[in-house]
């Protein structure tokens, strides 16, 4: 959002941003509003699957904008599919052998799929970009959800409201102020390098602070307290 943001307010000037501005707004204020409402239909009417099912064709559809528009666009899609292959796996084998292997080998791959693309500026090959990005999608498949599963491990079952709502704002939060703080860097140095550097320590730091995360030996408790 931040990056679209950019590429609207460089196109629109200064003679034409408040237009520009009040437009994109609109869809980010009625969408928290139509969701819910859409939801709640869904769940009336049809199979509780349709809730997912929806976001197919609204997925596809910004696919198809994106790759008309932005000529790069179809660039990030090896992120999502190293990201849908890798997630389910690393549900399984965070099971199995508890979220921190799991975790910390899905941050090392993050960091250094991002180390690769702080070569873009240099002339970066496509296919090497591409990879690269596959890479990142697989390293972040295998840490989000065992990440977010392990903040549940050792909390009994009263606690799993507070704790969702934590790890959700937490969530939101981190997301906002990372992306903001990458187009703030693009924009002020205009280097895809830089940027990119920045996104490889910050994710070299996520990937040591996941070694704190539980091992194979912590089991979820479910006793009441």
């Known amino acids: 959002m931040p990056v679209a943001q950019t590429i609207l307010a460089r196109a629109a000037g200064a003679e034409r941003m408040g237009r520009v501005m009040a437009l994109v707004g609109v869809p980010a204020l009625l969408a928290p509003i139509l969701g819910p409402l859409a939801g709640g239909l869904i769940v009336d009417h049809l199979p509780w699957r349709w809730i997912f099912l929806i976001n197919l064709p609204v997925g596809v559809a910004s696919v198809l904008i994106s790759v008309r528009r932005l000529p790069a666009g179809l660039l990030v899609a090896p992120q999502g599919i190293g990201t849908a292959i890798s997630m389910p796996i690393a549900g399984a084998l965070a099971d199995k052998i508890g979220p921190r292997r799991v975790v910390v080998t899905g941050m090392v791959l993050v960091t250094l799929g991002t180390l690769v693309l702080t070569q873009v500026p240099d002339g970066l090959p496509s296919w090497a970009a591409a990879f690269a990005l596959v890479v990142r999608g697989l390293g972040f498949g295998a840490a989000m959800m065992p990440a977010m599963a392990a903040g549940y491990r050792t ?50 730091v996520a990937a040591l602070a996941s070694l704190l995360l539980p091992g194979s030996g912590t089991r979820t408790s479910h006793k009441e307290q």
Do not use: E, K, N, Y
């Open 155 to 204: 909390l009994p079952a009263s606690a799993a409201g507070h704790a969702s709502s934590v790890l959700q704002i937490f969530s939101r939060v981190g997301g906002t102020i990372g992306a903001a703080l990458m187009a703030v860097i693009l924009t002020q140095t205009g280097d895809f390098g830089t940027a990119f550097w920045f996104a490889t320590g910050i994710t070299a």
